[in-house]
């Protein structure tokens, strides 16, 4: 195994990484005499490294070859950092030289250069994601833009592109304007970029939590803050938002006052006003 990696990931090395494995092993063997014997290489080569511009591909198989013989888990872990940053390099410049090209096209060839990026970002979205997101971005930000001007609509990103991360960010403005604001969901899910069927599965989730709080019930009881209005009790949901989308009714504030909290027994049969049995804890703003 040492030797088939040390034949194939050996020209990823430059001079750097070069001396950095001959440390360890010098570490490891505890001097350069004898590194450089372990490696098989001669003890001035090692020497000159520190002035010279070029190592020998021979020189950079021995030494690896050796590093992943003496310490296997750290060279390879090595490995994968160095490769990973080397298809980072080749991916940021496959696709600036198509994003340099497409901002330059008419709508025919710009459109066939966006679905060239679009999917090369799909199937390589993990390392993207991992080390490339403010590049592309920038990126797909100006591309939209100069789609929309050619009235071109490019699909939005599926859910398992968007970062767990974005989706907390936004949820705070994503309620509010559907619940409150009451905007379009198609028109949501343009504005943050992510797939209809999020916004979907949000009012989906507040119907049926209302659902379950307006059913009727007897024999339970519930706190004092509850919003008395037109010979109804509503299940207090302390949120502004859901209040305004379920409960839209006249000369009540927006903000009802705080009251005490007090536990007391309702029945939910038909309307029937429970402030009647207990007068003297309406809330001041009914009074």
């Known amino acids: 195994m040492e030797t088939h990696f040390s034949e194939r990931y050996s020209s990823l090395l430059d001079i750097e990484d070069v001396e950095n494995l001959f440390g360890k092993l010098r570490q490891t063997?505890?001097?350069?005499?004898?590194?450089?014997?372990?490696?098989?290489?001669a003890?001035?080569?090692?020497?000159?490294?520190?002035?010279?511009?070029?190592?020998k591909t021979m020189t950079k198989k021995k030494i690896l070859k050796a590093s992943?013989?003496?310490?296997?888990t750290e060279t390879l872990d090595f490995l994968t950092s160095k490769s990973k940053e080397r298809t980072s390099d080749?991916?940021?410049?496959?696709?600036?030289?198509?994003?340099?090209?497409?901002?330059?096209?008419?709508r025919d060839n710009f459109q066939n250069l966006l679905h060239q990026?679009?999917?090369?970002?799909?199937?390589?979205?993990?390392?993207?994601?991992?080390?490339?997101?403010?590049?592309?971005?920038?990126?797909?930000?100006?591309?939209?833009?100069?789609?929309?001007?050619?009235?071109?609509?490019?699909?939005?990103?599926?859910?398992?592109?968007?970062?767990?991360?974005?989706?907390?960010?936004?949820?705070?403005?994503?309620?509010?304007?559907?619940?409150?604001?009451?905007a379009d969901l198609s028109e949501v899910a343009n504005r943050y970029s992510i797939p209809l069927e999020v916004p979907r599965v949000l009012v989906t989730s507040?119907?049926?939590v209302m659902t379950t709080f307006t059913k009727p019930?007897?024999?339970?009881?519930?706190?004092?803050?509850?919003?008395?209005?037109?010979?109804?009790?509503i299940q207090p949901v302390r949120a502004r938002a859901v209040y305004r989308w379920?409960?839209?009714?006249?000369?009540?504030?927006?903000?009802?006052?705080?009251?005490?909290?007090?536990?007391?027994?309702?029945?939910?049969?038909?309307?029937?006003d429970t402030t009647k049995a207990n007068p003297e804890i309406r809330p001041s703003y009914m009074s």
Not at 43 to 55: D, F, H, I, P, Q
Not at 68 to 72: A, F, H, R, S, Y
Not at 217 to 233: L, Y
């Open 90 to 106: 080749l991916l940021l410049t496959y696709l600036s030289s198509i994003y340099q090209k497409a901002i330059k096209q008419d």
């Open 246 to 272: 379920w409960a839209p009714v006249k000369d009540v504030p927006d903000e009802p006052p705080e009251s005490q909290f007090v536990d007391i027994p309702v029945k939910r049969l038909g309307h029937a």
């Open 29 to 41: 063997c505890g001097s350069i005499r004898k590194a450089a014997s372990r490696c098989g290489v």
């Open 206 to 208: 507040w119907k049926a």
């Open 117 to 182: 990026i679009l999917r090369a970002r799909r199937e390589h979205f993990g390392l993207i994601q991992d080390t490339l997101q403010d590049e592309i971005s920038d990126m797909m930000s100006i591309l939209t833009e100069k789609a929309a001007g050619f009235q071109i609509y490019p699909p939005q990103d599926s859910l398992d592109m968007i970062k767990s991360s974005y989706l907390i960010e936004i949820m705070p403005d994503l309620t509010r304007d559907i619940l409150v604001e009451r």
């Open 217 to 233: 019930f007897a024999g339970q009881t519930m706190p004092q803050r509850d919003w008395i209005c037109s010979r109804k009790v």
């Open 43 to 55: 003890r001035s080569t090692a020497y000159g490294w520190e002035k010279a511009r070029y190592v």
């Open 68 to 72: 992943l013989e003496d310490n296997l």
